[in-house]
């Protein structure tokens, strides 16, 4: 059994297409915000918040009503439509209002703007679980690591492409010392590719049929299933498999704590600890995000052959390790160092190693007719921790001491080692191949 590259790719077109507009939403909305309409921090914070706080709602919702939802064209693929269809309109809305208000100021503009805003922020929300879930619905169970790390990878380069095309259509050149930018060619662009990517996929996978030849070779292999059916209809988790989801979702949790306190706060911490400026912080991060974009599928092989919890729980104590060291090296150094860089490098080994396998051992646990239900639980485990990370490390770094940065991150992400311990379902079995068997993957 080998899994689909052409395939998972095309499928990972929905995630590509999201992370191109969160990457965009993330630089562009705060700049409006302060910029075009003069709010103060705590005001643009608490909207920039907003889209965590929806989607510890929305995510786990309409991942379930995708679940119940069959039509011609699939369970997923009318989510993904609507959804990318609504933000492709709302998005663009969005500069136009921008760019009225900076001609002629008006609070009905600001209004106006914080609406659209919300409702864009809905409109993601509707597909973002049916977009991921629809990776699981057409790919085997033991190849769902593999498959994820592509998902991701697309997902990286859905962020790439759009850090193009802005570096390209806004070099400093026409932003430095600007009144104010027009952004609406950025967002037409991005719109753009978001209808691309989910046109490919709309054209090349054919959910119905793709679904419907995972769901035979599932009950091909029943020992695949975790969740067991009551007789009604319903699938009914054993008391066993609920502690070990219990456990791994308290995991995700921990491990986004960790590793997002440090994403949040370091661009600050290294200003404040070392003296040293954006330039260097941003190089930093940019590093461990290279890191894992090159270690994805790497680390869904490795997990396919050695198992998704150990890999993960790798991937936790190598996190770990890196944190302390980030802890050390900020207090020895006054400047960001070759040492560093390679410090965030192995930061985004060991992220990949654990964000590659965490989804898949998450809808493990369930049948296909629950899978977007169990994609929003795990979107609600790691939001929640992206809400309240951001508070508790910034609170404890003024009452305390900004050090205390990594020593938090590295603590969270151990806990998360503990938690770990306790989840005994979700992992794929790994067969010990034979003979020529033994050669497969060397032609994937």
Not at 101 to 122: E, Q, R
Not at 167 to 173: D, E, I, M, T, W
Not at 250 to 273: D, K, P, Q
């Amino acid at each position: 059994m080998k899994l689909n590259y052409t395939r998972t790719f095309i499928v990972g077109l929905a995630f590509l297409s999201i992370c191109a507009f969160w990457q965009m939403y993330d630089n562009v909305i705060p700049l409006i915000l302060t910029n075009t309409f003069k709010l103060n921090e705590t005001y643009s914070g608490a909207i920039m918040a907003a889209d965590n706080i929806l989607a510890l709602f929305l995510l786990p919702l309409f991942g379930s009503l995708s679940d119940k939802h069959e039509t011609k064209i699939g369970k997923r693929m009318p989510f993904i439509l609507f959804g990318t269809g609504a933000a492709i309109i709302l998005m663009n809305i969005l500069p136009i209002i921008d760019n009225t208000y900076y001609a002629k100021p008006d609070n009905f503009k600001v209004i106006s703007f914080v609406i659209v805003l919300g409702l864009l922020l809905i409109a993601m929300g509707t597909y973002r679980s049916p977009a991921v879930a629809l990776m699981p619905d057409v790919t085997p169970k033991p190849l769902r690591s593999k498959a994820n790390a592509i998902i991701n990878l697309m997902g990286a380069v859905g962020g790439i492409i759009y850090l193009a095309v802005a570096a390209v259509l806004y070099p400093n050149s026409k932003t430095v010392g600007v009144a104010h930018v027009d952004y609406q060619i950025l967002f037409i662009v991005v719109a753009s590719i978001m209808f691309v990517a989910v046109g490919a996929l709309f054209l090349f996978i054919k959910e119905p049929e793709l679904v419907e030849e995972n769901r035979i070779l599932e009950l091909e292999h029943p020992e695949w299933n975790l969740a067991e059916d009551d007789g009604s209809g319903n699938e009914k988790l054993p008391d066993d498999v609920k502690k070990s989801l219990a456990f791994l979702l308290a995991s995700i949790a921990l491990w986004f704590i960790g590793y997002n306190g440090v994403t949040t706060w370091f661009t600050t911490y290294v200003s404040v600890v070392m003296g040293q400026g954006l330039g260097g912080a941003s190089t930093c991060l940019l590093v461990a995000t290279a890191g894992a974009i090159v270690s994805y599928i790497p680390i869904g092989n490795i997990a396919s052959k050695i198992g998704r919890k150990k890999t993960i729980m790798t991937g936790i104590i190598l996190l770990s390790i890196m944190f302390f060291m980030g802890f050390i090296l900020t207090n020895i150094f006054k400047s960001i160092n070759f040492i560093m860089y390679i410090c965030f490098a192995l930061v985004g080994f060991a992220w990949a190693a654990i964000n590659v396998n965490s989804l898949p051992m998450v809808v493990e646990m369930c049948k296909g007719s629950d899978i977007g239900k169990f994609t929003g639980y795990y979107y609600t485990a790691s939001m929640a921790a992206q809400i309240v990370t951001p508070i508790l490390a910034g609170t404890l770094m003024r009452l305390i001491s900004y050090k205390i940065l990594f020593v938090y991150s590295a603590f969270f992400v151990l806990l998360s080692f503990v938690t770990m311990t306790q989840v005994k379902h979700g992992d794929q079995k790994v067969e010990v191949k034979k003979g020529l068997e033994a050669f497969e993957d060397m032609a994937d």
